[in-house]
């Protein structure tokens, strides 16, 4: 028997198990730890909580963490409760799927000016993600600004224009909708460096803004180059950007406007103790099609901004890590030790991306470690002595399906669940 342990329970993490389990059959048991109580990582905490189709994909990793051979095992922090050293001591490998949950920075002066947020603050604070639940992003105002030129820029952009009605069927959590319902935000800018050609910005997600109750998007047709040059683009590119085109001929009697400002370089972020104003740079893109700054400058109002220029993986001690990421080659980080997902290649790529990522690690891994005997090495059982000798109270798969189940029972009309948003919710839901 071999053992296993993968770090992190998101997409990454369950499509490597997938694949460990479809490789060893019954020679091997996979323990997913994650340090909360509920799992699927962004899943839950990133996906939009109005697109539920694609949170659907949870009903497979479902599936996953229900098979004989694979143990979900909550509230474990790694790094913290338990160390890599120690899990190489009980594991055959050790595969982190821990994602990328910080911000990238704008590294421009005042961007740590009340006001602005991270989007994985604004993104958490709106799915119950327990270390955003107290955010409560300034909407008094009637400016925002979204920095950024990809899906979460629109998702962010998105749920700022949402009425109260069009969240119906989504797990948005309470205290996001009760403020959002009252937010006086009426423009919305979406800022983005480069041009229409160079957006990351997916055609579902684009064409979903044509259709909003109370908001229309906004473009500016001298933003885009003639029709002609969007035929050599990726077909799913020049999609997006036919969508992009067509918002011109939309009629602007809605109430909210969504600004589309391409060629906006953020400079720098101005205020009086709070955000006001970003003074924005003109650019153009050079001969490699990069932004270079044309030196003219303008400032676009802001009484909030979300920045959404990506993400970086948290380090965890003694892993080599560089550039937001682990140090990884084709996966593997060292002897036994494996990155997937996100923390592997960065925030990059949809939820399916990461099942070819998963299983081409867990390949690596059967050709590494050929079904047969783990030797000394313990697996969960050594796990649970070692943690319960620190006091760190584990939880299992039936203990998410408890506070699932919960969260159910406890909806408003329309939706799906109310999400606990503190991680002692979670823990008072299982009596501990
Ligand atoms: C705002 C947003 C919206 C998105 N929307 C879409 C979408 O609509 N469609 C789409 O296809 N993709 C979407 N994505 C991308 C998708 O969510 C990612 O591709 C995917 O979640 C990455 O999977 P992952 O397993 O690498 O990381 P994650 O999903 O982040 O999972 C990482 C897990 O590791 C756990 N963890 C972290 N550190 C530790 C530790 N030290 N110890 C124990 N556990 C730990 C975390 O709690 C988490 O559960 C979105 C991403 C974001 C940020």
């Known amino acids: 028997m071999r053992h296993f342990v993968i770090v992190g329970s998101g997409p990454a993490g369950f499509y490597t198990a997938e694949a460990l389990e479809k490789a060893y059959g019954d020679q091997a048991r996979i323990d997913i730890l994650d340090r909360y109580p509920v799992p699927y990582g962004l899943i839950r905490f990133g996906v939009a909580p109005d697109h539920q189709s ?14 004989a051979g694979v143990d979900f095992i909550g509230n474990v ?3 913290q409760d338990i160390s890599v050293a120690e899990l190489l001591e009980l594991y055959d490998a050790v595969i982190l799927a821990t994602g990328a949950p910080h911000d990238r920075k704008l590294g421009i002066p005042g961007e740590d000016l ?8 604004f993104v958490g604070w709106y799915n119950g993600h327990p270390e955003f639940a107290d955010l409560d992003p300034f909407l008094e105002g009637t400016h925002a600004i979204v920095v950024g030129a990809g899906n979460v820029a629109l998702d962010c952009a998105r749920i700022l224009s949402k009425t109260r009605h069009e969240f119906e069927g989504s797990d948005i959590v309470g205290h996001a ?14 800022l983005g460096r480069r041009g229409p050609h160079q957006i990351a910005m997916t055609p579902k997600e684009l064409g979903e ?56 370089k953020p400079l720098r972020v101005e205020g009086d103790g709070k955000v006001e104003r970003i ?11 990069s932004a270079r700054g044309t030196g003219e400058t303008y400032e676009v109002p802001a009484s909030l901004v979300i920045t959404a220029i990506g993400y970086s993986t948290s380090p965890i001690p003694d892993v080599p890590f560089e550039g937001g990421k682990f140090v990884n080659e084709s996966g593997r980080i060292a002897d036994r030790l494996y990155a997937v997902g996100w923390a592997r290649r960065g925030p990059s790529g ?4 990461n099942r070819p990522d998963g299983y081409e690690v867990a390949e690596q891994i059967a050709a590494a470690l050929p079904a047969g005997s783990s030797g000394d090495r313990e697996g969960a059982s050594g796990l649970k002595r070692l943690l319960e000798s620190r006091g760190v109270m584990p939880t299992d798969y ?8 919960t969260e159910v029972s406890r909806a408003r009309p329309g939706s799906p669940r109310e999400k606990f948003v503190r991680h002692q919710d979670w823990l008072q839901v299982l009596g501990r």
Do not use: C
């Open 54 to 67: 694609l949170k659907a994909v949870s009903k497979r990793y479902d599936k996953v963490a229900e098979s």
């Open 77 to 79: 922090t790694v790094g």
């Open 114 to 121: 009340p006001g602005v947020v991270g989007s994985a603050e």
């Open 177 to 190: 909708l009760d403020a959002l319902d009252h937010s006086a935000i009426r423009t919305i800018t979406i």
């Open 209 to 264: 803004l044509g259709h909003l109750e109370a908001a229309v998007p906004v473009v500016e047709p001298a933003d885009f180059p003639p029709v002609e040059a969007d035929e050599p683009l990726e077909p799913g590119l020049r999609k997006s950007v036919a969508l992009l085109r067509g918002f011109a001929d939309l009629s602007q009697d809605k109430p909210k406007r969504m600004v589309f400002d391409f060629f906006a």
């Open 279 to 289: 003074i924005v740079e003109r650019t153009e893109l050079d001969e490699k099609g």
């Open 350 to 353: 949809t939820i399916g991306t």
């Open 398 to 405: 039936n203990d998410w399906r408890k506070i699932e189940e």
